[in-house]
């Protein structure tokens, strides 16, 4: 497997752990971030979230589809930068329906305000200091602090590819 192929791969295992993330469009010349659930990760890699279609998030899509979504616990980070759009597919938004969106959307699946965003990742960043790199980690921080040298950056730890 290529180096690109096992970042891919550790891309799509790191997804897997992560349920939210940061949304971040462009606003009036600024950046705008705000925390969303993700809803599905399809099989061609695209991420799907929820919103009302009358929201400033996508009325920013609509003005610059460019995005890039966020995600991290203790010690795995993910960055991921594509394109957004908002869709009204009727069939998607009955089949990832949730109860739990009836607070937003009062009228059911049938709420004309809703609509998802499908964001298709073209880049990928991650840092991975989880399991035996935490601690493979830990040990050249604590080698590094005691020589007065900066660690270099662990291949297996970190990792930048194009999707």
Request: net charge negative; hydrophobic share 40%.
């Amino acid at each position: 497997m290529t180096s690109t192929a096992l970042d891919a791969s550790r891309v799509e295992s790191l997804l897997e752990d992560f349920d939210n993330t940061m949304l971040v469009t462009h606003a009036d010349g600024r950046l705008h971030a705000r925390p969303m659930r993700v809803v599905e990760r399809s099989a061609g890699g695209s991420l799907y979230l929820v919103s009302g279609a009358d929201s400033g998030k996508v009325a920013e899509i609509e003005a610059n589809a460019a995005v890039t979504l966020t995600f991290q616990d203790a010690r795995q980070f993910l960055v991921l930068s594509g394109r957004a759009r908002p869709t009204r597919d009727r069939a998607l938004i009955e089949r990832l329906w949730s109860d739990a969106w009836r607070v937003w959307f009062p009228q059911g699946k049938e709420d004309p305000n809703i609509c998802l965003i499908q964001v298709e990742p073209t880049e990928a960043e991650y840092w991975d200091n989880s399991g035996a790199r935490g601690l493979k980690y830990a040990f050249q921080a604590a080698r590094a602090y005691a020589t007065g040298h900066t660690p270099r950056p662990d291949p297996d730890q970190h990792g930048k590819v194009r999707l």
